[in-house]
């Protein structure tokens, strides 16, 4: 099947959920990769990259259960060159509406050392394995990684043998984000010139953001051609990240009268899915991070104010809520009732189920009791609580008592309830953080490393909320839990033990895994 979209139209191609989790830390657990997915699938992403099938069980699971929830949009699995790869991520994809398969191999002389095949090796394997993908599915993309910094000669010769053994998508992979704009878009500009054949296929645009020109080299490839974008929400990504989805949508829609494309995105979705990515990441939204950041739409000195006042355009090129940012931050209270709150959550981009909607309003309501006004921020901060701390964990925070001061050993005791029992000790440390965390570690004994721990204040005044951040390393893999509480010792009880239960879902996954592979 070849995808052929209208000269304008540039597919998304969001791969949050395979180069955006490849971030160390940014491990997300299986319901809530589900949760991204279908967010993307309801904004209008085109293809959704739903992970690696061979990379673990859980990568597997998550993939073959993406693919079959998703409506509308693509769903890819990622595959390296070799039958094995591309047999487990067809496994994983076959049930989706439109499934595809995506396999890749690095192209540069650095990667033909690390692969140790010289070119004609590697060109008989591209034959082969998109030759095997294709036998297996209709929709087959193919990338050279690496793509930048292959002899070009070499590159036309992988790509001609890729699109000769079926690839519908070509995907230029700028895997170090070693180019630039002009470059980008010579290198589309020059395979669609000179590769038999190219004018049958798709060419994607594959940018990494280590000199932060991502946004730009995929802006630029577009420009010459290029019609498919892979991106990530909030550019999450190895190092310094992919293109972020949100940027290239914004920048088409905001300067169509230079760049006349069209993506399918529902931009009123973007602050949403980035919330959602952030939260489940761990990977808190630089504050003056292009179109998603705290600050994109704050004007706080004077006469950006007074020129915003007379008119909005003085300094804003895109509307707040185009990008589902509501412009107002009514104050919410103890006061306020349950259809108002709801009301309130649907501006700030939550849509609700009646039963999560009694769960937010019974929180809502004891954070309204303690903190006399509730804002926008507040209400995410608590959205993102209730997300990442749930009724059903493994492990949950029941009470807590910190002694802190002057005097040393600061204590704290603890209760958590384990599977449903309830147990209770007490713990000194320095500081009470330090006397919690030890309380959590005595309570359930485990051998892992604490990487970070970070608190955000919400909003302004001392009875502000703070979300806290910790992340724990286990034998190389890294989870993040994240919590929010006017309290900020509870806070970060709760945000470590969130940070314990995916750990402890993962190693479970891992283990049913091994014992589903030596029975068979
Ligand atoms: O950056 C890269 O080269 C990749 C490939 C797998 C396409 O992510
Ligand atoms: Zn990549």
Known sequence: MTQSPEQDRVLIFDTTLRDGEQSPGATMSHDEKLEI???LDEMGVDIIEAGFPIASIGDFEAVR????????????????????????????????????IHTFIGTSPTHRGITELDMDAMIECIHETVTHARNLCDNVQWSPMDATRTERDFLFRTVETAIKAGANTINIADTVGYTSPRESAELIRALRGHVPGADEIVFATHCHNDLGMATANALA??????RQIECTINGLGERAGNTALEEV????????????YRTGIDTRRIMQASRLVATVSGFPVQYNKAVVG????AHESGIHQDGMLKNAETFEIMRPEDIGLNATNLVMGKHSGRAALNAKLRELGYELGANQL???????????????????????????????????DYIKVGYLRVVCGTESPQSAELALIIDGEERRTEATGDGPVD???????????????????????????????????????DQGKIFTGQSADTDTVVASAKAYVNALNKLLSNRDRARAGAALQSAS
């Open 37 to 39: 997915a279908q967010l």
């Open 294 to 297: 705290k600050n994109a739409f």
């Open 249 to 260: 949508v914004m920048a088409i829609r905001t300067r169509n009268d230079i760049m006349p």
């Open 221 to 226: 490839a577009v420009e010459a051609g290029a």
């Open 435 to 473: 006397a919690t965390f030890n309380a959590v570690k005595a309570l359930y004994p485990h051998d892992v490393r604490l990487q970070l721990y970070q608190v955000h204040a919400v909003t302004e005044g001392t009875d502000a909320q703070a979300t806290v951040s910790v992340r724990l390393e």
């Open 65 to 100: 259960d993406i693919a079959k929830v998703v409506q509308n949009a693509t769903v890819c699995g990622l595959a390296r060159a070799n039958a094995t790869d591309i047999d487990r991520a067809w496994e994983a994809v076959r049930e989706a509406r439109s499934p595809r």
């Open 358 to 392: 009694k769960d937010v309003f019974v929180r809502f309501k004891e954070l309204a009791d303690r903190k006399k006004e509730v804002y926008d921020d507040d209400l995410i901060a608590l959205m993102t609580d209730s997300t990442t701390n749930t009724a059903h």
